[in-house]
């Protein structure tokens, strides 16, 4: 029996993440209360996050969040959100935009590895016909669909209710469902920021699963059709967010418009500091070519 009130109290320290007012996290992100503001990255470009992703094997669990301006930002306002980052295997650059921003305000230069990058090098040229692959989230349509072009025996579908993280019962049979199809070689957990990282931190305190863990957001979407992608050259110059303020203004203009703005406040105070990835590939393999950058950013369409 799946006990509600067991899952309910493990996910009461997410509150101040999840459930807070616009109101009530703005103006707990810009008080003069000390907070800590150091960042830990790796600076990886996408090659050698693809390696690390390739090498990491079924026998220990880990999971990868990719920081963008929006994670910075409720990093640097929530501890809770800190402490999941702070446990990740892998701690990706999401964000061209946010590179363009520390290397003007920091004198910074880091490499962008984007989480729906990755996750499209991954299908496209690493996930074997026979390797147990997780998608949480989206619809089984999508996973469908993706089973069906790259031709994967085992790729499983979990379903996430919208109200997820309001209903215990499905948060519960969801861990379940990743626990159950483990060990596998990559679980891609597309259900938004923070609850994604809640989710992959919830594995990896159970100690059940194994495998590697990848938040991505709206990756699945893209490679499926069910959203439309930048062009290429909008993805390099940073001004991806543009191209999806202007496709979604009503969803988008909060986020990008308002609170968006608020990490040119914060460049100033967030320090980025560079970190040794907490599990390496078990071998030295270095790719035999690098990511065709032409690949990227070219979702494809539902049939």
């Given at each position: 029996m799946i006990?509600?009130?067991?899952?309910?109290?493990?996910?009461?320290?997410?509150?101040?993440?999840?459930?807070?007012?616009?109101?009530?996290?703005?103006?707990?992100?810009?008080?003069?209360?000390?907070?800590?503001?150091?960042?830990?990255?790796?600076?990886?470009?996408?090659?050698?996050?693809?390696?690390?992703?390739?090498?990491?094997?079924?026998?220990?669990?880990?999971?990868?969040?990719?920081?963008?301006?929006?994670?910075?930002?409720?990093?640097?306002?929530?501890?809770?959100?800190?402490?999941?980052?702070?446990?990740?295997?892998?701690?990706?650059?999401?964000?061209?935009?946010?590179?363009?921003?520390?290397?003007?305000?920091?004198?910074?230069?880091?490499?962008?590895?984007?989480?729906?990058?990755?996750?499209?090098?991954?299908?496209?040229?690493?996930?074997?016909?026979?390797?147990?692959?997780?998608?949480v989230g989206g619809t089984g349509s999508q996973a469908q669909f993706l089973r069906e072009r790259y031709g994967l025996k085992a790729l499983r579908h979990v379903d996430a209710p919208m109200n997820l993280m309001n209903d215990p019962v499905a948060i519960e049979a969801c861990l379940r469902d990743i626990e159950a199809a483990s060990p596998f070689r990559f679980c891609f957990i597309a259900l938004g920021s923070p609850l994604q990282e809640i989710i992959a931190h919830k594995l990896q305190e159970r100690a059940i699963a194994r495998g590697l863990a990848l938040c991505v957001g709206g990756a699945i979407n893209y490679m499926t059709g069910a959203e439309r992608r930048a062009p290429l050259w909008m993805q390099r110059i940073g001004f991806?967010?543009?191209?999806?303020?202007?496709?979604?203004?009503?969803?988008?203009?909060?986020?990008?418009?308002?609170?968006?703005?608020?990490?040119?406040?914060?460049a100033w105070r967030i320090e980025l500091r560079l970190r040794r990835p907490a599990f390496l590939p078990s071998d030295q393999e270095v790719l035999k070519s690098p990511v065709d950058s032409e690949m990227i950013g070219n979702g494809s369409e539902l049939a």
């Amino acid at each position: 029996m799946i006990d509600p009130q067991r899952t309910r109290t493990s996910l009461t320290g997410y509150s101040s993440i999840m459930h807070s007012t616009k109101e009530e996290s703005d103006s707990a992100a810009w008080r003069d209360d000390p907070l800590p503001n150091v960042l830990h990255i790796d600076d990886c470009d996408l090659t050698e996050s693809r390696a690390l992703a390739q090498g990491f094997g079924t026998q220990r669990y880990g999971y990868v969040v990719t920081a963008n301006v929006d994670h910075a930002i409720r990093y640097y306002s929530h501890p809770d959100f800190r402490a999941l980052y702070a446990r990740a295997a892998y701690v990706l650059l999401d964000s061209r935009f946010l590179v363009h921003v520390l290397r003007l305000f920091k004198g910074q230069s880091l490499r962008a590895s984007p989480g729906s990058d990755l996750t499209m090098t991954l299908f496209e040229g690493t996930i074997g016909p026979h390797d147990v692959v997780l998608v949480v989230g989206g619809t089984g349509s999508q996973a469908q669909f993706l089973r069906e072009r790259y031709g994967l025996k085992a790729l499983r579908h979990v379903d996430a209710p919208m109200n997820l993280m309001n209903d215990p019962v499905a948060i519960e049979a969801c861990l379940r469902d990743i626990e159950a199809a483990s060990p596998f070689r990559f679980c891609f957990i597309a259900l938004g920021s923070p609850l994604q990282e809640i989710i992959a931190h919830k594995l990896q305190e159970r100690a059940i699963a194994r495998g590697l863990a990848l938040c991505v957001g709206g990756a699945i979407n893209y490679m499926t059709g069910a959203e439309r992608r930048a062009p290429l050259w909008m993805q390099r110059i940073g001004f991806e967010w543009l191209f999806r303020l202007l496709l979604q203004p009503r969803r988008m203009a909060y986020r990008y418009l308002i609170r968006g703005p608020r990490i040119f406040w914060l460049a100033w105070r967030i320090e980025l500091r560079l970190r040794r990835p907490a599990f390496l590939p078990s071998d030295q393999e270095v790719l035999k070519s690098p990511v065709d950058s032409e690949m990227i950013g070219n979702g494809s369409e539902l049939a």
